[in-house]
């Protein structure tokens, strides 16, 4: 599975024509970013793995704070893509003036391999 497309493909619908970024922040706001972490297998026998699992960040940086519409659209698609909801959080970073909103996913997924099996 690709998943930075995956991922991509999930939440462009539903940004509406905001700036989405794999791993940086957009100059401009309010964008939205995402990054992968914690990939590693969940299902293995035989040396082989069978299933990987992983967690997806994704972030709604804002000048105003006002990313909840956003928030609630982002884990509504997330959710129906098949992610399970994490939790969230949100932070100020006032040398700058951003908020930031961070909401985490999980997922399990079948691992592929070169030979389609």
Request: overall charge neutral; proline content about 3%; some cysteine.
């Amino acid at each position: 599975m690709d998943l930075k497309k995956h991922v991509k493909d999930i939440l462009t619908p539903v940004i509406a024509g905001k700036p989405l970024a794999y791993r940086v922040r957009s100059k401009d706001r309010p964008c939205v970013s995402y990054h992968f972490f914690n990939i590693r297998p969940s299902l293995h026998g035989d040396g082989k793995v069978k299933r990987k699992e992983c967690q997806c960040q994704v972030d709604i940086w804002t000048d105003n704070g006002d990313h909840l519409t956003l928030a609630d659209a982002i884990t509504g698609a997330m959710l129906k893509a098949g992610w399970l909801y994490v939790g969230e959080d949100d932070e100020v970073d006032t040398t700058i003036g951003v908020y930031q909103n961070t909401i985490v996913f999980y997922l399990d997924y079948k691992m592929e391999v070169a030979d389609g099996k």
